[in-house]
Each structure stands twice: as structure tokens, then as C-alpha cells.
């Protein structure tokens, strides 16, 4: 059983259109990250959360949240060609020393 | 910068041979980890050194043995191994693996194995 649940798992869309990815969790985070991945390539640190409601935007990426830490989302304006990859959210807990806790991860693909 | 490095890019070995994969990160950080990572899914921990020591060993085989020579640096001796073993191989750093708030890992490019 995962500690995070990361859905949808597959999302396909047309460029210019938004999206949404959501990572839940029924345990409390003291911070959460969010990565990208291409093919063959290793995780790109985009954002940290550390604060419950906590609103965090780069560019076109907004990223959100809980108020109770347990969960978080990922938004994407406009989507374009250059966002196709694989989105993982990963969280650290207090009673999980050294390690993050993934998602199982979501694969975005934006056509032109 | 926050850049971690690994070598080599690709790695195509039999089941007989022994070869090593190598990471280096020169942002002080002192916790070093060993991730293997199938396609599609998730990275799994392999291994966490912190200030050079190991500090978990997440029941790898004993095909695959990690080493910590200095702060900046962290192998991966392979020997062994199966077809099944065939993955991308990521290594990340983080600051400090005590709370150090917020907790962050950088990743590698990965090391992308073939086991033939």
C-alpha cells in the first residue's frame, strides 16, 4: 500500500489545455515535493510545500497544499508540449527518517 | 547549483561481469542515496548514506554493493546480476538527512543498466 495516492496515473491532452494532478494521503507531511521526469532522464525538483495551504506558482505550474498537510495538487495553465512527462509527488513524514514516500506517479502527455 | 552527476550514462554487462556505477554532488550535502527505478513507475530506495555511513539497506541482494569513499562521492558495485536488475539507476543527495526543513532531494541523470 502506498502512503501516497497519485492520480489520474495516465492524462492526455492538446496543448493550450489545462490539467490537474492530485496527490493524496490520510498521514500528515512535513513537506511535500514535486518532481518531472522525461524518458531516461532523473527526477527535476520543481517545488517544495511546507506549509498547510501553502499556494506556490512557477509560471504555468500552481501548486497547492492541504490545510491538514495530507494532500496537495498540481495544476498546469495552458499545457504545452514541452510539460509531456512523468509527474511524481513525494512526501517525507516525521516517523520516516531519511526517506520520501512516492506517489506512484503520473504520466502527462500534451500533443501539439 | 544543484547538480548531481553519475557515470556511466549507459551500461550494458552479462550476468558474469562486475562493473561499478559512479555518483558525485558537490553541494555539501552529506545523505547519499541508491534509487532503481523500472519504466512508469516511481523511484524504489535502495540505500541512504548519511555522513558516509550506511544507513539503510532496504533488503537489496548482495549482487548489489554500495560504497560511501568521501562525502562527495558514492558507488555502486555490481556484480552478478540478473536480467530483472535491468532498470535506470538514480542517485540523489540531500542537505542533511536530520530535519534539515524543507527536506529535499536532487536526483542524478540516472544510469540507464541492461543486463544481457
Known amino acids: 500500500t502506498q502512503l501516497l495516492e497519485q492520480s489520474p496515473q495516465f492524462l492526455s491532452i492538446q496543448e493550450g489545455e489545462n490539467l490537474t494532478v492530485y496527490c493524496n494521503s490520510s498521514?500528515?507531511?512535513?513537506?511535500l515535493q514535486w518532481y518531472r521526469q522525461e524518458p531516461g532522464e532523473g527526477p527535476v525538483l520543481l517545488v517544495t510545500?511546507?506549509?498547510?495551504?501553502e499556494v506556490k506558482k512557477l509560471k504555468r505550474l500552481t501548486f497547492q497544499f492541504g490545510d491538514a498537510r495530507k494532500d496537495s495538487s498540481l495544476h498546469i495553465t495552458a499545457a504545452q508540449p514541452g510539460d509531456t512527462g512523468l509527474y511524481l509527488c513525494?512526501?517525507?513524514?516525521?516517523?520516516?527518517?531519511?526517506?520520501?514516500?512516492f506517489g506512484a506517479g503520473t504520466t502527462v502527455t500534451v500533443r501539439a | 547549483d544543484t547538480e548531481v552527476t553519475q557515470t556511466p550514462k549507459h551500461l550494458v554487462m552479462g550476468m558474469t561481469n562486475k562493473k561499478s556505477l559512479k555518483c558525485e554532488q558537490h553541494?555539501?550535502?552529506?545523505?547519499m542515496y541508491w534509487y532503481k527505478q523500472k519504466a512508469k513507475k516511481p523511484p524504489e530506495l535502495m540505500f541512504v548514506?548519511?555522513?558516509?555511513?550506511?544507513?539503510i539497506n532496504e533488503s537489496v541482494p548482495s549482487r548489489f554493493s554500495p560504497e560511501c569513499p568521501n562525502s562527495s562521492l558514492l558507488n555502486l558495485h555490481l556484480h552478478a546480476l540478473q536480467p530483472e536488475d535491468s532498470a535506470l539507476y538514480l542517485c540523489?543527495?540531500?542537505?542533511?538527512?536530520?530535519?534539515?526543513?524543507?527536506?529535499?532531494?536532487?536526483f542524478g541523470p540516472g544510469t540507464r543498466l541492461t543486463v544481457t
Open positions: 510545500v511546507v506549509t498547510g495551504g
Open positions: 513525494a512526501g517525507e513524514t516525521r516517523s520516516n527518517d531519511y526517506k520520501l514516500s
Open positions: 540523489a543527495s540531500s542537505q542533511d538527512s536530520r530535519r534539515t526543513v524543507p527536506y529535499e532531494q536532487y
Open positions: 498521514s500528515v507531511f512535513s513537506s
Open positions: 548514506y548519511s555522513y558516509e555511513k550506511l544507513s
Open positions: 553541494m555539501g550535502h552529506r545523505a
